[in-house]
Structures are given as C-alpha cells and as structure tokens.
C-alpha cells in the first residue's frame, strides 16, 4: 500500500517539525557536524518513529470484531485468562505490544491470532 498524496504532505510537515526538534547541524563547541553524525542521528531518530508506529499498527490490529478460530481445524477457541506481552525484534527495534492468546481444546493448541 502506497502512501496518498495527503499522506505524503503530512509526512513533509513532519519531516520540518522533526528537523526543528533536532536542531541544527553543529556540535555544542560550534563545529559542523560530519555527514555520518547526521546519518546517524537520522537513522536513530526514523528507528524510533518505525517502532512508535509499529506499536500502535499492532495493537489497533488486535482489536477483533468476531471472535477468532483456531488456525488448525477451524473451531472456535477458548480465550486465556490474561493478555500476553509480545516483543519482536524488527529491522529498526523492538516492538512490543499485549495481545489475547487463545487454545483450542480440540488441537490442544494455543494461539494468538496475529499470527495467522
């Protein structure tokens, strides 16, 4: 999926906001900052807005309107008592969220739904 021509100008503003936050390109003492200091602190800063994003992506997926079924014979499972903690490991970071686990009596499996 593409982004849509509003998406794109949103992502240009923030984009000047971020640049602001950020500050300019020199040291404290005044000296420039070199090319790779500025790559760097890019790369660190889109690592951090990747997994902030990833984060919320996740948990509005897990909200579910009908009930899952157990990716095996199809029934429908029992929901555990509690939710679990879910971590990733992504290219840009960890990515954590809580989601619903389920086990299906039938295959004595236990699920969570996200994963497919």
């Keep these: 999926m593409g982004l849509t021509v509003e998406q794109r100008r949103r992502v240009a503003e923030l984009t000047r906001e ?39 992506r996740v948990t509005e997926r897990a909200i579910r309107e009908e009930p899952p079924r157990c990716p095996e014979c199809g029934r429908e499972p029992i929901a555990l008592t509690e939710d679990e903690a879910r971590v990733l490991q992504t290219d840009r970071g960890e990515v954590g969220w809580m989601e619903s686990a389920y086990e299906c009596r039938h295959c004595r499996r236990q699920f969570f739904p996200s994963d497919g």
């Design 18 to 56: 971020l640049h602001e936050l950020l500050g300019n390109s020199l040291h404290p003492d005044g000296r420039p900052m070199t090319f790779a200091e500025l790559e760097d602190e890019c790369i660190e800063l889109g690592d951090l807005l990747t997994v902030g994003v990833l984060e919320r």
